[in-house]
C-alpha cells in the first residue's frame, strides 16, 4: 500500500506562487508515474501535471509555462512538487496528489490518491 500527504495549498494573489508538496511512503517500489489533478466546485476532475519516475513530465495545456513538476526519489521517500507560478483566480480547486504504478495517467489508471489541498487565487 503507499500513502500521499500534501502540503503547500493556501489563499494567494492573482499572479502569485504557489509550491505543493506531496510525499509517497508505503510501498513506493511499485510507483511509475506520480503528478497533480485538481478539482473546481461543479466541475470534473481534471490533469494537472504528471511526470514519470524517469524524469519525464506531462502537463495539461492551460499550465504549460506557468507550473512545473519535479520529483525526488531519495532511499524511501518519494516526493513529488507543484511549482505554481502566475496563479489565476480560474486556477482556483483543491489539487490532489496522485500516483500510478503503470505506465497510463488517465484517471481510470491511478492507483493512489491524496487527501487533496486547497488552492485559492483570490484578491
Known amino acids: ?7 503547500g495549498g493556501g489563499l494567494v494573489q492573482p499572479g ?12 513506493i517500489f511499485r510507483l511509475n508515474a506520480m503528478g497533480w489533478y485538481r478539482q473546481a466546485p461543479g466541475k470534473q476532475r481534471e490533469l494537472v501535471a504528471a511526470i514519470t519516475s524517469g524524469g519525464r513530465a506531462t502537463y495539461a495545456d492551460s499550465m504549460k509555462g506557468r507550473f512545473t513538476i519535479s520529483r ?3 532511499k524511501n521517500t518519494d516526493t ?12 482556483t480547486a483543491v489539487y490532489y496528489c496522485a500516483a500510478s504504478a503503470g505506465s497510463g495517467w ?7 490518491w491524496g487527501q487533496g489541498t486547497q488552492v485559492t487565487v483570490s484578491s
Open 1 to 7: 500500500q503507499v500513502q500521499l500527504v500534501e502540503s
Open 16 to 27: 502569485g506562487s504557489l509550491r505543493l508538496s506531496c510525499a509517497a511512503s508505503g510501498s
Open 72 to 74: 525526488d526519489n531519495v
Open 80 to 91: 513529488v512538487y507543484l511549482q505554481m507560478n502566475n496563479l489565476k483566480p480560474d486556477d
Open 106 to 112: 488517465a484517471i481510470r489508471d491511478i492507483d493512489y
